[in-house]
């Protein structure tokens, strides 16, 4: 599948929720570049921004001296955003999707990132590599039609 | 700091009103939250009028989660009203229709109270 890919922009930030709007800013202006209406770009958005805010808030435990590189590629008509980290590891694609019911009636709190996250993309990927050093990438697809 | 997210208030009757404008998002929620806190003490009748709030994420909507039961137990609500499409499709995939009030104005809003 990575025949034909092509890079498009990376950003690079530091783990603090004050960057994430500058995150939403890099993914939407990409986005609607490569194509994407507005509603389909801000759907992109918000998968980047909830996967970024588990970032901060869960990998990274706010500490601000880490990075986030948020990387975006294309192969013809599909976009990809990697999300890189280099925290120890945490694969979302094993969290169970939350009980939509439960979380209704007992009027749950957080948790639902990762649901948005996955309800707005058409894949979601995960891979670690360890060189000595741990690095995380999240891979999110999200096809031009 | 947290200047992504503008928060103003006003009593109505006995009705608190929010105006939010801006993002709420994992940066501004922590404003939003000690905003209710404060209110909640002398208010829990609550209407949140978002025709100025440009993004929410589920930071954002977990704000109002960890309000919605104490409020409810003591005879108060979260309402909402004048979503932009933008926010009321975020707040449809999770449900919220289902979980509060929402109205397309703010007096209804405010009238749901009375009755």
Redesign the interface.
């Known amino acids: 599948m990575n025949t034909n890919l092509n890079h498009i922009a990376k950003f690079k930030t530091f783990s603090k929720t004050e960057n994430l709007e500058s995150i939403r800013s890099f993914v939407f202006e990409n986005s609607t570049n490569f194509g994407f209406n507005e509603y389909k770009a801000e759907e992109l958005v918000l998968a980047v921004d909830e996967a970024c805010t588990n970032l901060i808030k869960h990998a990274y435990k706010y500490n601000a001296e880490d990075s986030i590189i948020v990387e975006i590629n294309s192969n013809e008509n599909i976009f990809i955003v990697n999300i890189i980290d280099f925290s120890p590891s945490f694969d979302p694609r094993f969290v169970e999707d939350p009980d939509m019911k439960e979380y209704r009636d007992e009027y749950k709190k957080g948790g639902l990132g990762i649901f948005i996250m996955k309800s707005l993309v058409d894949s979601v990927d995960y891979q670690i590599t360890n060189n000595g050093r741990i690095k995380n990438i999240l891979t999110l697809t999200k096809q031009l039609s | 700091?947290n200047d992504?997210l503008k928060i103003n208030s006003v009593l109505k009757q006995d009705i608190t009103c929010f105006y939010l404008a801006g993002?709420l998002?994992?940066?501004s929620a922590p404003l939003l939250e000690k905003e209710i806190e404060n209110v909640i003490t002398s208010n829990n009748k609550l209407v949140f009028n978002l025709s100025n709030l440009d993004?929410i994420?589920?930071?954002g909507?977990?704000v109002f989660?960890?309000f919605?039961?104490d409020i409810r137990e003591n005879n108060g609500d979260i309402r909402f009203a004048e979503l932009n499409e933008?926010v009321k499709n975020?707040m449809d995939?999770?449900?919220f229709n289902?979980?509060y009030d929402i109205t397309d104005t703010e007096q209804e809003a405010i009238d749901k109270y009375s009755n």
């Open positions: 700091m992504n993002q998002d994992a940066h993004y994420s589920s930071a909507l977990g989660m960890s919605i039961q933008k975020v995939l999770l449900g289902h979980i």
